[in-house]
Each structure stands twice: as structure tokens, then as C-alpha cells.
């Protein structure tokens, strides 16, 4: 659940101020670990954690296929937290050259 909450509060709080300190629209702000995220929420969410047709085509996170059971291990939780500083990373890197 540590990963849909993840998701969850970047979609409802931080992508948005995050858009605004950028002076750009919300759904302008592309965060490539993001994406994946989505797609894995929503086979835990809607598909009780097995995972849906589209998980086949996150391209960051390449762990599940149709029909695989959702399990976030250690090792895999923090290669989500690896992307995430990355991302915040580059974020701040366009908020110095704005």
C-alpha cells in the first residue's frame, strides 16, 4: 500500500505545487517513475493486486506481465524511491534554470 499512497498524494498534492513552482499546468508535469506507479495502482486497486494488460507497457518498471501477482518487495520499493529522488532531482534542476 506504500506505493499506491506514494502515487496517490504525488497525483492529489505535490504535482500540482510541484507544476505551479515550474510555471507550467499541472498536466504538463511528466515524471517518468509516475507513470509505471499509475499502472501498478491500478491493478492493486482495481484488479485486487494482480496485474492488468497495460502494466505490460510501463517501460521504468519492467517487473510484471498480465495475470502476475503484484508484490512489492524490498529491492523493488527501493527502486521506486531511487527513480522518485531522481525525479525530485531534475525537477530542481528546472526550477535553477527557469
Not at 499512497?5 to 517513475?33: C, M
Not at 517487473?63 to 520499493?77: A, C, N, P, R
Request: hydrophobic fraction near 40%.
Amino acid at each position: 500500500m506504500a506505493l499506491v499512497s506514494l502515487y496517490q498524494y504525488w497525483e492529489d498534492f505535490h504535482r500540482g505545487q510541484v507544476a505551479t513552482e515550474l510555471g507550467i499546468k499541472k498536466n504538463d508535469l511528466k515524471a517518468p517513475i509516475m507513470g509505471p506507479l499509475r499502472l501498478i495502482r491500478i491493478s492493486i486497486i482495481h484488479h485486487a493486486g494482480i496485474g492488468l494488460k497495460d502494466i505490460e507497457t510501463c517501460e521504468l518498471l519492467k517487473w510484471y506481465k498480465e495475470g502476475d501477482l503484484i508484490f512489492i518487495d524490498k529491492t523493488k520499493f527501493e527502486d521506486v524511491i531511487y527513480h522518485v529522488k531522481n525525479t525530485l532531482k531534475e525537477f530542481r534542476g528546472r526550477d535553477r534554470n527557469a
